[in-house]
């Protein structure tokens, strides 16, 4: 396939097509900026601009998802380490993770090297997991976000609510924070039952002591929504579009 040999020349080329971009993750009181969610951009010489949706999966049929994510963390961590030297206020950085790299024997080993390496605290990267690529081999999964869990990194559920995985998995699975999918969001303050689903998910959520955090919250109204429900957290393109390195470090320092 074109695509997928496009891509293993990206992630060999240094400096080339591929980038993140950072996205910004406030406390929905205050917007006061606590984290950034880094996600993968790819810029294609002939091609133009390939969405993550496309190459991702691309990326999962063949083995390039374990070194294409290796990269990922490593541009995270390292841009972190960067913001650090640049003096400003440390920041969490959530990243994406794929089942098929979260399942690969030697995931762990090579986190705990990457943040050896850019000299990261566990504590300020957070790893963010669909159910879906969780659910494939649970016990594996158990373990695994167990030790990562010892190890001090927070676990996050990503698009909560769009999978087919039972509730059981939210006692199962030490997960720290729950990612409120956006098609709960979108248009909240108008959707009754969504309204309703989305209250009972973050109590829930609460009483098992994980904290709750909305996607794609683009405007004001689903924002004093979502607070209104208990919602701690939020991301989307009402707070900040994802942004290049520089822009973010811009941001920050104005702030
Ligand atoms: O950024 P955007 O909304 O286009 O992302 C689309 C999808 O691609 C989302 O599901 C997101 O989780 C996924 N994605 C973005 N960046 C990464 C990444 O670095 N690794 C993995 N595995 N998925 C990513
Ligand atoms: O699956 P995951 O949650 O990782 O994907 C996040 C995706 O949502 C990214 O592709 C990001 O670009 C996109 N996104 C972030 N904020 C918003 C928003 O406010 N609205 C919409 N439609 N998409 C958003
Ligand atoms: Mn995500
Ligand atoms: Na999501």
């Known amino acids: 396939l074109a695509l997928e040999q496009d891509l293993r020349r990206a992630l060999e080329t240094p400096n080339s097509e591929l980038l993140l971009v950072y ?6 009181d205050s917007g006061e900026i606590y984290g950034v969610e880094a996600l993968i951009r790819w810029h294609h010489p002939q091609r133009g601009s390939i969405p993550p949706n496309r ?20 541009t995270a961590c390292h841009q972190a380490q960067l913001w650090e030297a640049q003096g400003l206020p440390p920041l969490r950085v959530a990243v994406n993770v794929s089942g098929r790299q979260f399942e690969d024997p030697q995931f762990y080993q090579r ?8 000299n990261r605290k566990p504590g300020a990267l957070e790893l963010e997991l669909t159910e ?23 676990i ?7 999978g087919f995985s039972s509730l059981s998995y939210l006692q199962r699975f030490p997960f720290d924070i729950l990612k409120i999918d956006r098609c709960f969001v979108a248009g909240i303050q108008h959707h009754r039952k969504n ?16 904290r709750a955090i909305a996607e794609g919250i683009e405007t004001p109204e689903e924002r004093t929504c979502l607070q209104q429900l208990g919602c701690d957290q ?3 393109y009402f707070f900040h579009r994802p942004l ?5 470090s811009q941001l920050l320092r104005s702030r």
């Not at 986190?111 to 850019?118: A, D, H, K, P, S």
Request: a negative charge; proline letters at 5%.
């Open 244 to 248: 290049p390195a520089l822009e973010l």
């Open 234 to 236: 939020g991301q989307g």
């Open 111 to 118: 986190l705990v090297q990457i943040l050896r390496r850019f």
């Open 132 to 154: 879906t690529s969780l659910v494939r081999d649970p016990d594996t999964s158990v373990r695994i976000l167990n030790q990562l869990k010892a190890l001090g990194v927070s």
């Open 23 to 28: 996205q910004p993750q406030v406390h929905l």
């Open 156 to 162: 996050a559920i990503d698009d909560f609510g769009t």
């Open 195 to 210: 309204a309703i689903i989305t209250e009972a998910v973050i109590e829930m959520a609460h009483k098992i002591g994980l």
């Open 55 to 74: 190459f991702i999966p691309i990326a999962e049929e063949s083995n390039l998802i374990i070194r294409l994510g290796e990269w990922v963390l490593e």
